[in-house]
């Protein structure tokens, strides 16, 4: 734990995290509350295309700060392991997380996904995060060989 690493790195993956957790739920919001119109009501409903773009932007904040949080855990796995990466259950969830955000865009840019299609990938991303930030402890490779374990 004693690396120059490590504040920066659980720091920017917190923030990574709780802007993939705000772009979640305002999904989930647009989502509710797009619930039973049609595409056209949709598309020119001014509150929900601002909730769209709020997520989006919030995306784009909030997966620059997790792909600097993987290459700073990796650097400071490295210096603390001696090695990059541990595939241990913490590592990989939050590839997976980074993964999910990035598909995301990745639709956004090239498939056009807007409006329910992008809000139910987001919401999949949120689900992602909760079981890379909350549920790590209760997954079986947690129990007794994470790199990522500082308590009995």
Known sequence: LNSPYFIPHVTVMILGYGAGLTAAVMGIVFLAMSRGRTELQIDTDRGLQG?????????????????????????????????????????????????????YLHLRFVGGWRGRKACWFLALGGVVIFITFLLFSYLPDSVASSQHRYIN
């Open 51 to 103: 909730i769209d773009a709020f997520c989006y932007r919030t995306v784009m904040v909030g997966f620059p700060l997790l792909t600097t949080g993987l290459v700073l855990g990796a650097l400071w796995a490295n210096e603390s392991w001696g090695t990059y990466w541990g595939f241990d259950s913490k590592e990989t969830w939050a590839l997976i997380t980074w993964l999910c955000f990035l598909g």
